[in-house]
Nanobody, 121 residues
Framework: QVQLVESGGGLAQPGGSLRLSCAASGFSFGSYAMSWARQAPGKGLEWVSAIYSDGSDKRYADSVKGRFTISRDNVKNTVDLQMNSLEAEDTALYYC??????????????WGQGAQVTVSS
């Protein structure tokens, strides 16, 4: 079955960096776009970033553009999110999600359990 397991969350200071990683299994990873989304306390789900199946195209929410970088390794079946210049507003539970197709259409069909990111001094 499809499994998505996030790791790498934790506590960072404002202006600091963290790197999230998502290990995928149970499907043909290189055939599907992947995405990151987040949910801050008391708020709804916010899409953060997506990457096409072959890594040729990457998309970012305006709130993270220029600070976050998504990447994938289709040999290791992982998708990472490098987060730099972190702000308190980035505090959230971050989810790795699989898209139902090879390119990003704003849809998800499987989710990980989430990784907590807390930005605080």
């Amino acid at each position: 079955q499809v499994q998505l397991v996030e790791s790498g969350g934790g506590l960072a200071q404002p202006g600091g960096s963290l790197r999230l990683s998502c290990a995928a299994s149970g499907f043909s990873f290189g055939s599907y776009a992947m995405s990151w989304a987040r949910q801050a306390p008391g708020k709804g789900l916010e899409w953060v970033s997506a990457i096409y199946s072959d890594g040729s195209d990457k998309r970012y929410a305006d709130s993270v553009k220029g600070r976050f970088t998504i990447s994938r390794d289709n040999v290791k079946n992982t998708v990472d999110l490098q987060m730099n210049s972190l702000e308190a507003e980035d505090t959230a539970l971050y989810y790795c999600a699989k898209a139902p197709g090879s390119y990003w259409q704003g849809l998800y069909d499987y989710w990980g359990q989430g990784a907590q990111v807390t930005v605080s001094s």
